[in-house]
């Protein structure tokens, strides 16, 4: 599988997600998380990172966090592979735990970097069982979560090792008392109004920032900053070209959501229900994936003649979505769970 493209540089800022393969689970008992926070600490120790913010999820989890040495792909593999190895022998299981490759984004921290902290932070109370709650109740999840930085945040608890809440709360105050009170009234702002997710103005599922900002991030790209990358992708010059996500998740994603398995999708189905989700999925890889692999490799994958036939593929389907608006809500539905992640 191709392997997506990662940037790093000393004293870089990233929003980093993954989750369990096919959503399962990560985290089944508390010992589980526990680990996970061990695993945290040390690979923080090892590789000099700094946890800013997190929240862990039964299935999936979010960081936010800073480099201080261009590492991040070795800080990432140690902690996620040490964390599956221990899982796997704990579950007398094997294979994958994590679906694909994490995501990461590099975040202009100076103005994005609170919003990203209370977009991870309510995590806990974005799920459906929680959405009909009171603002009371809400607050209260979020106080009791305990795999979450939200209460060391608020100074509830102490804070983990790695853990460094400060940068944060000096956003919010000139002294520890009104910092806490106005972060915690920063954060219930969004339990009481549906918030945009800040990670909608990602470009490219690359980079967050100012205009200045990207800027700057593809000055560093053209200088040859340390890219992270598989031998036969050209670096392009601009962010714009640079595309995070394998067709294999997008066959994941289509396979969950039309219940049809992958093999279904790789073939030529009659079935109105198996080819609408084979257009799909050649409409989101020429999409998302051009920029990892050609049109011509797609066409390998999903077993047609080459890239003209994808091209022709995705032309048909562009027109059915013009005339089907229940298509097209599906489609950006879609394209929100690509760019967006997890909740």
């Known amino acids: ?20 393969v096919l959503r399962k689970a990560i985290f089944e008992c508390d010992k589980d998380y526990q680990k996970f926070l061990e695993n945290i600490d040390d690979s923080c120790g090892k590789y000099n990172v700094e946890i800013h913010s997190y929240a862990l999820m ?8 800073k480099t201080n040495e261009a590492n991040i792909s070795r800080f990432m593999q140690q902690l996620l592979t040490s964390y599956t190895n221990w899982f796997n022998r704990k579950n007398e299981r094997v294979g994958h735990l994590f679906q694909s490759r994490y995501k990461s984004i590099i975040i202009d921290n100076n103005n994005y970097g609170t919003e990203i902290t209370r977009y991870i932070h309510l995590n806990p109370v974005r799920t459906k069982k929680n959405s009909e709650l009171s603002l009371r109740e809400k607050r209260k999840i979020l106080e009791n979560y305990r795999w979450s930085s939200y209460p060391s945040m608020i100074g509830i608890k102490p804070a983990d090792p790695f853990l460094f809440v400060h940068e944060t709360l000096e956003c919010f105050g000139d002294n520890y008392k009104e910092q ?26 690359l980079v967050l920032g100012d205009d200045v900002f990207v800027k700057e991030i ?9 890219i992270e990358r598989s031998c036969d992708i050209e670096v392009n010059n601009t962010v714009e070209n640079f595309i995070s996500y394998p067709i294999y998740e997008i066959l994941e994603m289509v396979s969950k959501e039309y219940n049809v398995d992958i093999q279904t999708i790789l073939t030529s189905g009659k079935m109105k229900r198996n080819c609408e989700a084979r257009q799909i999925t050649f409409y989101l890889a020429s999409k998302y994936c051009v920029g990892n692999i050609t049109l011509n490799k797609i066409g390998e994958i999903m077993r047609c003649k080459n890239g003209d036939a994808v091209s022709k593929a995705v032309k048909r389907f562009k027109y059915l979505m013009g005339k089907d608006n229940i298509l097209f809500k599906k489609v950006k539905q879609f394209e929100e769970n690509l760019n967006i992640g997890i909740s």
């Open 180 to 205: 806490i009170r106005n972060y915690i009234e920063f954060v219930e702002e969004g339990l009481k109004k549906d918030l945009k997710s800040p990670l909608k103005d990602t470009i490219s599922q």
């Open 218 to 226: 593809k000055s560093m790209l053209n200088a040859g900053n340390k």
């Open 1 to 20: 599988m191709p392997r997506p493209l990662r940037i790093e540089a000393a004293g870089m800022w990233y929003h980093i997600m993954n989750r369990g």
């Open 58 to 65: 039964p299935n999936h989890f979010h960081f936010f966090l």
